[in-house]
């Protein structure tokens, strides 16, 4: 995904503690998100979702399964 870049959430492959923390922040099936920015080297990313603003691990973001779509 490119900066700028929207999608939707596919599926959460996580261990259960870290995919229920992402839950709680909007990481659900069918949840509209974008990327915002990549940091310098590649960690963290920003991603925008429901209307919030998060850092994302590359390693955590690499195991949620997003579907990419058009942008509106």
Do not use: K, N, W, Y
């Amino acid at each position: 995904m490119c900066a700028g870049s929207s999608g939707m959430v596919d599926s959460i492959h996580l261990e259960c503690d870290d995919s229920f923390r992402l839950r709680e922040m909007g990481f659900m099936p069918g949840a509209r998100l974008r990327l915002v920015r990549r940091a310098p080297l590649g960690d963290p990313i920003e991603v925008e979702i429901g209307g919030a603003h998060l850092a994302l691990r590359h390693a955590d973001a690499a195991l949620i399964q997003v579907r990419i779509t058009p942008d509106a």
